[in-house]
Every structure is written in structure tokens, then in C-alpha cells.
């Protein structure tokens, strides 16, 4: 398992990030992802009948951002340790898929 982390990216991005995980899936044969999200596009994830974990999003949080990001690497931390992820990707943007041709070596 590989938990891919799209906390904070733009809920318009998602499918197109989704997309090309899967693909980069099929061509490595290497890792099983699971994604974690900050906004509701379970739907999207479900589709490709990737497990998926929900977060709280930054605006979504009630106190200070430092407070936010501790939080969000706890769970982050507790995620993969439940999953037994040999690793955690995080994806910002379409383009950083590239990141997941690593977990082939």
C-alpha cells in the first residue's frame, strides 16, 4: 500500500489526479494507493475502487494553522501506519504524478 496525500488540492483536480494514479498503477504493477482528502470526491475515489480516508481541510479547521498541521500529520502518520503503507506520496497538482515512477525502483 502507498497512501497518496491530496490534502489541499484543488477539489477541481482530483479526477484528473485519480486518473493518472490509476494509470500510473496499471504500468508499474507496484503499489496498491490509498488517498486521503480534504474534500468530499469519495465518489470519484470509489470509482476506482481505491480505499480512501477523509480529513479536515484547513478551512474546515477551527483553530490555528499550526494547530491544523499537527493534526493532519498525525493522521497522516496514523493512516499509513494502519494501511502498513511501505510509503506516503503527496500530490499537489496533476502534473506531480511523475512523483509515483519512484516507487518502481
Known amino acids: 500500500m502507498v497512501v497518496i496525500d491530496l490534502v489541499g488540492v484543488d477539489p477541481g483536480d482530483v479526477p484528473a489526479i485519480l486518473r493518472s494514479v490509476a494509470q500510473e498503477q496499471l504500468l508499474l504493477a507496484s503499489f496498491r494507493p490509498v488517498i486521503v482528502l480534504d474534500v468530499d470526491r469519495l465518489g470519484d475515489v470509489r470509482a476506482y475502487g481505491f480505499p480512501v480516508e477523509l480529513t479536515l481541510g484547513r478551512d474546515a479547521w477551527p483553530g490555528l494553522v499550526a494547530e491544523w498541521e499537527e493534526h ?3 493522521r497522516l ?3 499509513r501506519r494502519y494501511y502498513r503503507a511501505i510509503e506516503l506520496v503527496t500530490l499537489s497538482t496533476p502534473a506531480d ?3 509515483l515512477r519512484m516507487l518502481a525502483t
Open 97 to 99: 504524478t511523475w512523483r
Open 72 to 74: 493532519t500529520a498525525k
Open 77 to 79: 502518520i496514523a493512516i
